[in-house]
């Protein structure tokens, strides 16, 4: 027989900052309640979930969402059904809505539209997927439209986001921050002077200096000021996605802002050059060299898993997967042997007649630029030429400013293709290998001198592009590389 007992409703509600024709909270939960009345269902208050001023895109970034599948699959099974005011409220996203609903049905509850009604039968499902379909449609067109809208403000010279640090907003401007912006030139004149990001985040943190955002600085968020042209009076913004930190994004727009430069263009110029070195130099997340406990620290790596060798003992080294349960190999070696191992592989490869492992990196140091750097310059400037001419023939942008934005792109065209040709015309002859040889001649001398870590570190750094070390094999393998 069946049980006659009311079955026990959750409501969700979702309010999303896309959408400012959707019923609010309140009214969504008020006619979800009138529905549960009218069909014999008991809302516990206790298990009304809410998102609010969220996407339905995304199902893992709704705490509140989250928290109801979460009830749902437990044990105690507190209630049977889920009321939506409709299907989009639950998921914009057909594979969510897929994914999601199905471990609902293992637990024994139903997800309910009290705008959508389905009718009995096995066309059901069919209307559930039509309804779900066009709210994914609609999501995806609405993103669309207002990426467009962004776009189209970013080519007027009109911010998209919060002001950086340096700046504060006013009137959907960037305006010069009093105490911030000096905070800013003095960033970039110490980088540009020789020191790095992490003793610059140091120095800001020392000085009780937070960002925007309350945190501490850290190296990445020196950087990130460090290469953001919106200093210069730029305006950096992607239409096709976030930028996040690929910064050589083809797809990137920059377009002159109507803010007040912070940052002259010859210390910017200066200061790009410099990271740009650098980072042809130093393998990602490193340390400063004065922090090294060994010349080899941050070089030397798992030849299973690629994690760095690190300090098991006071001389003795060994795999960091392995120590954090991640790799099944120790690759454990006293630090003295390990040392020895790399300076008599660097002699025997001094001394060899074969061919060498190694990779030429083109310096970004100096008045001209690489090919392959020319040639990236030269397709940016062009699909931004592109995308201006779009905005112009969907009336976005006027005449006027069309010119204005098209002239300097020109330039950068015309200045591209010429350095292009002239370094296609005559390319560089190098022995690479003798300047190989010579720079491992050189490093070894180092190493074997009375030099400090540091120099020790720069000069084997400078050469070596990775170093794997397999201990069950015995082997060490170096692969080179030489900077032109």
Not at 175 to 195: L, M, S
């Amino acid at each position: 027989m069946a049980s006659s007992e009311p079955r026990i409703a959750a409501a969700y509600i979702r309010v999303s900052t896309e959408d400012q024709t959707e019923f609010s909270p309140a009214a969504q939960l008020r006619e979800l309640q009138e529905y549960a009345v009218s069909h014999s269902l008991i809302l516990d208050e206790r298990y009304v979930y809410s998102d609010e001023g969220i996407s339905g895109r995304k199902a893992e970034k709704r705490p509140g969402f989250m928290q109801m599948i979460s009830d749902a699959k437990s044990s105690s099974h507190p209630f049977d059904v889920i009321l939506v005011h409709k299907y989009d409220r639950f998921a914009r996203s057909r594979e969510d809505s897929i994914v999601y609903k199905s471990m609902l049905k293992r637990s024994g509850v139903e997800v309910v539209s009290i705008k959508e009604p389905l009718s009995e039968g096995s066309y059901s499902g069919v209307m559930e997927a039509i309804y779900e379909s066009f709210a994914e449609a609609y999501s995806i067109n609405l993103g669309q439209e207002v990426r467009k809208g962004m776009t189209e403000k970013a080519l007027r010279g009109e911010p998209q986001t919060a002001p950086p640090f340096g700046y504060r907003m006013e009137n959907n401007q960037f305006f010069p921050h009093e105490t911030e912006a000096p905070i800013v030139r003095q960033i970039f004149e110490r980088f540009a002077g020789g020191e790095g990001c992490f003793h610059i985040s140091h120095w800001l943190n020392s000085q009780g200096i937070t960002t925007h955002r309350g945190t501490p600085f850290e190296n990445r968020t020196v950087e990130y000021i460090l290469r953001n042209p919106v200093y210069i009076g730029m305006l950096r913004w992607n239409p096709k996605r976030r930028t996040r930190r690929d910064y050589d994004d083809p797809d990137i727009l920059l377009v002159r802002g109507r803010h007040e430069p912070i940052i002259d263009k010859s210390l910017w110029d200066d200061v790009q050059v410099r990271v740009a070195d650098l980072k042809l130099r130093w393998r990602p997340h490193s340390r400063p060299n004065n922090d090294r406990k060994h010349w080899l620290c941050g070089i030397v790596r798992c030849a299973v898993c690629n994690a760095t060798l690190v300090f098991s003992k006071p001389h003795f080294m060994i795999c960091n997967n392995y120590v954090h349960g991640r790799c099944a190999h120790t690759q454990h070696i006293a630090i003295e042997s390990l040392a020895t191992a790399v300076i008599s592989r660097l002699r025997d490869d001094l001394s060899s007649s074969g061919d060498l492992q190694f990779r030429i990196i083109q310096s970004s140091s100096g008045a001209e630029n690489t090919q392959q750097n020319l040639r990236q310059t030269l397709e940016r400037s062009k699909k931004k030429l592109d995308r201006l001419m779009d905005a112009y023939l969907n009336a976005a942008i006027s005449l006027d400013d069309f010119k204005r934005l098209r002239a300097p792109l020109d330039e950068e065209i015309a200045s591209a293709q010429a350095a292009l040709s002239e370094a296609e015309a005559a390319p560089p002859s190098v022995n690479t290998t003798g300047l190989l040889k010579e720079a491992i001649r050189s490093t070894i001398e180092t190493l074997e001198s009375d030099a400090g870590i540091p120099q020790k570190y720069d000069a084997l750094n400078s050469i070596i592009e990775s170093c794997t070390f397999d201990r069950d094999a015995s082997l060490l393998t170096i692969t080179y590389r030489i900077t032109l």
